[in-house]
């Protein structure tokens, strides 16, 4: 059985991108710094994002964050999960919708879960051959996924930035309590790398 894992970036005051998200601008205006870590970060921030890599067997996310990273200015070759070494195949990705697009230009790879939550989990728990499903994203999702106790992990890389508005990862509104045991830190200039088992 495979661990679900909500896994993102966030900044200090719980933003996982910034203001004014779009197509073209994915992570919203000056969200890109919560991912310094994985573009400019040192030896142990690329074991983390390695260990990201090599662990996931499949990847949840919404239809928004589908949105953005499907189109013209999203992942490509060099970035996103597309970009694992030469040989490897990445993992599949489920996509929690309402309808599913006509095509899609990063190929069949997605596949588009319309039933909900559990459907998604059920889904790639098939195909994860017991490596992790990860969450990742938008917030709404990775929220929607811990609120609904599907998730075993929460792996949050903190960014050293406050961003004052964005998009939140925890809602303003009252929601479940969720009770977590830190299992892990890594302490880098970038980001403080946090483990969290999620208690049951």
Not at 87 to 114: N, Q
Request: include cysteine.
């Amino acid at each position: 059985m495979s661990s679900v894992v909500v896994d993102i970036s966030m900044s200090l005051d719980g933003y996982v991108t910034g203001p004014g998200v779009d197509l073209e601008h994915g992570l919203g205006e000056g969200g890109e710094v919560l991912h310094t870590w994985a573009f400019e970060g040192n030896e142990a921030d690329r074991a983390i994002l390695d260990a990201a890599f090599t662990g996931t067997g499949a990847i949840i996310q919404g239809r928004k964050l589908f949105d953005i990273i499907d189109g013209p200015h999203g992942w490509d070759e060099e970035v996103g999960y597309g970009a694992q070494p030469p040989g490897e195949r990445p993992p599949p990705v489920f996509v929690i919708t309402h309808e599913a697009p006509a095509t899609t230009r990063l190929g069949e790879r997605f596949r588009f879960v319309t039933d909900g939550l559990h459907s998604a989990v059920r889904q790639a728990q098939e195909v994860a051959n017991g490596k992790e499903i990860v969450v990742m994203g938008g917030g709404e999702v990775c929220h929607a996924f811990l609120a609904a106790g599907l998730v075993d992990i929460v792996r949050l890389h903190v960014a050293p930035v406050v961003l004052g508005s964005g998009t939140r990862l925890f809602p303003v509104d009252a929601s479940p309590r969720i009770d977590l045991e830190l299992t892990d830190a890594v302490s880098t200039p970038t980001a403080q790398h946090l483990t969290y088992r999620v208690a049951k």
